[in-house]
């Protein structure tokens, strides 16, 4: 199994910035891809950014030019940079991780349990 430690949210100016953090953690023997998603009460998750095992990035439209996600292989862990941040931004954001384990020997998809970022004056 692999657990999933989220950091960094929180309450912040329009305009602000944050750094969130997700920790892998478990028997784990590779990391692939990983990423972060939002969302709000009432609609869908929504892709947000992601991180490919060599380092390539994909952003939404919505967040290009304002978040950077960056990851640190020897740690197993995922970096989201968030600046100029809007109130549109206030949502819950998870982790999401491919990874494999000792016990699964195949990648499978992990979820963080999320992190909460409100965007407000």
């Not at 609609?43 to 030019?65: H, L, M, P, W």
Request: proline share 2%.
């Amino acid at each position: 199994q692999v657990q999933l430690v989220e950091s960094g949210g929180g309450l912040v100016q329009p305009g602000g910035s944050l750094r969130l953090s997700c920790a892998a953690s478990g028997s784990i023997i590779t990391v692939n891809g990983m990423g972060w998603y939002r969302q709000v009460p009432g609609k869908q998750r929504d892709f947000v950014a992601a991180i490919t095992g060599d380092g390539i990035t994909n952003y939404a439209d919505s967040v290009k030019g304002r978040f950077t996600i960056s990851r640190e292989n020897a740690k197993n862990t995922v970096y989201l940079e968030m600046y100029y941040l809007k109130p549109e931004d206030t949502a819950v954001y998870y982790c999401n991780v491919e990874a494999a384990t000792v016990h699964t020997m195949t990648l499978m998809d992990y979820w963080g349990l999320g992190t909460q970022v409100t965007v407000s004056s």
